[in-house]
């Protein structure tokens, strides 16, 4: 009979790839650990995991086994948290993650009030880039995540909480800081200041600006930057090097000096949905409700709705 231990040690190993690590997260110890799990593998009669490589892999038959032991501790969870809701309210520890483009514009709108008017809950946050935040969810890692949509990932969901337009940031010195606004295809993509790769916004931005507009036979950029963050890029163009494109809730917390170097864009205007993103069904809903309601109360009323001016662009592609 497979037991609720078991299971914990199973994803455990699944997750921290070493047996390990598995142990040490566990509070027992390896032998202990592999013991039950050679247990499970003899009841089963299939070998989950391939020993043989460095970090453990799963065998096929043990990725669908895992999935299922995944699935099976979130149901077993999601009836912990309705007792735990009927005797203490809104309760627990909410696990979230956000892609590093909006945490430090977005979380500082919504995480104080929520913490203060539930002072029984806590919340751990991680700053992630999607992809392994999808991992992250996956792996049950995270209870939710929030990002740049749309995915059109089979096992994720997706609920959309609100839209941000893209405005351009000119250094003082660029050939487009005499233009009041500008288009899409006045920027070329190689006269950018973009984010690492790993950021699914310098993807959207590269989408956004593929042209050079009448004064590209300007010299070639002398500084190329692929910057770790946004505030990064956003210092550099405010130093006098290049342009980049920047949301909506960065630019409400630049400085005056910095604000001066925005140019609105003509329409369509390239915009990005944000979206509340989760695996699986049923588990901690109640507090997901709330996190979704903080957040919309945090964000300003003009971008809970898609204008018809705005495109959004496609994070798939990124």
Same mark, same amino acid.
């Given at each position: 009979?497979?037991?609720?231990t ?26 202990? $650990? ?6 499970l593998?003899?009841?089963?009669? /299939?070998?989950?995991?391939? @020993? ?10 043990? @990725?669908? /086994? ?6 099976? $501790? ?12 009927? @005797?203490?309210?809104?309760s ?56 740049? =949509? ?8 997706e ?9 351009? $940031? ?7 800081? @005499? ?12 006269e ?7 950021h ?26 692929i ?5 990064? /890029? ?16 960065? =630019? ?5 000096d910095v ?12 915009a990005?949905?944000?979206s ?43």
């Open positions: 009979m497979i037991t609720h078991q299971l914990e040690y199973l994803v455990a190993v699944d997750r921290y790839g070493s047996f390990s690590k598995a142990a040490e997260h566990c509070f027992i110890t390896q032998p202990t $650990l592999s013991m039950q799990i050679q247990k593998e003899g009841e089963l009669g /299939v070998a989950l995991f391939d @020993r043989s490589k460095k970090p453990v892999q799963t065998t096929p038959i043990g @990725r669908r /086994v895992i999935q299922q032991a995944y699935r099976a $501790l979130r149901e077993l969870a999601g009836v912990a948290e309705v007792v735990r809701d009927a @005797r203490e309210g809104v627990g520890e909410l696990r979230l993650g956000i892609i590093p483009t909006l945490g430090p514009y977005l979380l500082p709108r919504f995480i104080p009030d929520l913490l203060a008017d539930h002072p029984k809950l806590r919340i751990a946050v991680r700053e992630i880039v999607t992809a392994d935040m999808v991992d992250a969810l996956r792996r049950d890692a995270l209870d939710a995540g929030i990002a740049a =949509t749309p995915l059109s990932i089979k096992d994720i969901n609920t959309p909480l609100f839209y941000e337009p893209l405005h351009g $940031l000119v250094a003082a010195n660029h050939r487009l800081s @005499r233009h009041p606004d500008i288009a899409r295809d006045d920027i070329a993509a190689g950018m200041l973009l984010l690492d790769g790993g699914c916004l310098s993807g959207q931005l590269i989408q956004a600006c593929t042209g050079g507009g009448e004064d590209s036979d300007a010299d070639p950029a002398r500084l190329q930057f910057g770790g963050s946004l505030e990064a /890029v956003i210092r550099m163009v405010a130093s006098g090097h290049g342009a980049t494109l920047i949301p909506e809730l960065a =630019t409400l917390t630049l400085p005056t604000q001066a170097l925005l140019h609105p864009f003509k329409e369509p205007i390239p990005r949905q944000v509340l993103i989760t695996h699986g069904e049923g588990i901690k809903t109640r507090l997901l409700a709330l996190l979704r309601d903080a957040i919309l109360a945090g964000v300003p009323g003009h971008l809970k709705q898609k204008d018809p001016a705005w495109t959004v662009m496609d994070v798939r592609a990124a």
